[in-house]
């Protein structure tokens, strides 16, 4: 079982759907990180959390600790969100990251 | 910004073949790594250095090599290539404060054939 979960593997929308991308993880963290990899294969730093919720543009990224539960969700999405979003734990007192598998997800117009 | 920079986008190797991957980063960043992603895998990460001439192997060392000579440059090496070896490899890079976010390159796609 790997150490951080994240669902649905795979996620299609229209374009204008409210989506959302969820995370679990077994162990306690220093924060949750959500990163998005578009298909030429360069990877950006979304989000960084360590409580309570982030919002930027469009993307809202919200943890719960006690539940061990994160969510990346997108209003209005829009086909150039179509990428892989990953989601990632860090520990303390290091930058070494576990990373879910990654949440593929295609906005059609 | 921060750029990380990887010396090639594709790569194809033959079996055997002594491989160089090579990752700049322009930030004075402390910390650098190497990770291999593969469907379903996600990222693991294969090497980690905190300081020049130091590093700390990952989940999946076997079959790789590192080098950190100069803070900025962090090169991984595969001494003798193999078809499992296959993949995308992400150099990434971050300050070192704990808990900071991690700067990627863009990926090298090597191919072992």
């Known amino acids: 079982k790997n150490e951080v979960e994240q669902s649905p593997q795979n996620l299609t929308a229209q374009e204008g759907e409210f989506i959302t991308i969820n995370c679990s993880y077994s162990?306690?963290?220093?924060?949750l990180h959500w990163l998005q990899q578009h298909p030429g294969g360069g990877i950006v730093s979304l989000f960084m959390?360590?409580?309570g919720k982030k919002k930027h543009g469009r993307l809202i990224a919200t943890i719960n600790i006690q539940e061990k539960h994160s969510s990346l969700h997108i209003t209005a999405s829009h086909p150039r969100d179509s990428a892989v979003y990953i989601c990632?734990?860090?520990?303390?007192?290091?930058?070494?990251?576990?990373f879910g598998t990654g949440t593929r997800l295609q906005v059609f117009p | 910004d921060v750029k990380v920079t990887q010396s090639s986008r594709y790569l194809v190797k033959r079996t055997g073949e002594k491989v160089f991957l090579e990752c700049v980063q322009d930030?004075?960043?402390?910390?650098m790594f190497w990770y291999r992603q593969d469907p379903g895998l996600g990222l693991r990460l294969i090497y980690f250095?905190?300081?020049?001439?130091?590093?700390e192997k990952g989940d999946i060392p076997e079959g790789y090599s590192v080098s950190r000579e100069k803070k900025e440059r962090f090169s991984l090496i595969l001494e003798s290539a193999s078809t499992n070896q296959t993949s995308m490899y992400l150099c990434?890079?971050?300050?070192?404060?704990?808990?900071?976010?991690?700067?990627f390159g863009n990926g090298t796609r090597l191919t072992v054939t």
């Open positions: 990434a890079s971050s300050p070192g404060q704990g808990s900071s976010p991690l700067h």
């Open positions: 250095s905190y300081d020049v001439k130091m590093k």
């Open positions: 162990v306690g963290i220093s924060a």
């Open positions: 990632a734990r860090g520990a303390y007192n290091t930058d070494k990251l576990i």
């Open positions: 959390l360590s409580s």
């Open positions: 930030m004075d960043h402390e910390n």
